[in-house]
């Protein structure tokens, strides 16, 4: 059997998240009984709790929501490209000695662990690397951290540079025990009909 990594955080109602997002929130709305031949519960929360996959729709009227998109781009070949402690913003001279024979899809570690509660400060991309990553052939992103933009962007240059250069992008990742080097990536997110993101179960598996 091929190792498996699986690089989702718990989601549950004190899951780290933007201010002002829905929390995860679960009611049961039946219990097993002698009345009652199953559970049944009933869930509350923001698209972007947990690990998540934007869609273009996040940052764009008119674009295409998480049901739209394709999910070729969430599904194959993946490089870890270690860059922890790289500071707020991730740089092309953080990625680029991994460059050669890069797959489509990168994923980037920042932290030592990733953050189970919310900070402000968090390291995101730089605009230039993604569009350095683009050039080079990447159609998917993703990093350890809440977002690809910083906390406190109100432009979000990195998110608009996905949008030219048509990226997809998973935030959230635990990336704590992942070596540096290629896996396989799955992380389908759902057919969620006009949502801006969708949670994933990302994994990653050994070639």
């Keep these: 059997m091929k190792k498996l990594w699986d690089i989702s955080p718990l989601v549950h109602p004190d899951a780290p998240l933007f201010p002002g997002d829905e929390p995860y929130r679960l ?8 009345q009652c031949p199953v559970n049944l519960s009933a869930l509350t929360m923001s698209p972007h709790v947990g690990a998540h996959a934007d869609a ?3 940052y764009a009227n008119e674009a295409p929501d998480i049901a739209a998109v394709d999910l070729d781009a969430y599904l ?12 707020p913003l991730i740089r092309i001279e953080h990625v680029e000695h991994a460059a050669e024979g890069l797959p489509s899809r990168v994923l980037v570690r920042t932290c030592e662990r990733a953050d189970t509660v919310w900070k402000d400060e968090f390291t995101a991309y730089a605009p230039e690397t ?16 809440p977002s690809v933009d910083p906390a406190s962007s109100k432009s979000l240059d990195s998110h608009q540079q996905l949008l030219r250069a048509d990226l997809r992008v998973l935030e959230n990742l635990v990336l704590d025990e992942v070596p540096a080097g290629d896996y396989e990536l799955l992380a389908l997110p759902l057919k969620l009909a006009g949502a801006c993101a969708s949670p994933v179960r990302a994994v990653l598996r050994e070639l």
Aim: charged share 15%.
């Design 76 to 87: 194959g070949p993946c490089r870890v490209i270690h860059a922890i402690g790289c500071g």
């Design 130 to 145: 993604v569009a350095w990553l683009a050039a080079r052939g990447v159609r998917l992103i993703g990093l350890d951290t």
């Design 27 to 34: 009611q049961w709305t039946a219990r097993l009984s002698p």
């Design 56 to 58: 273009p729709l996040h």
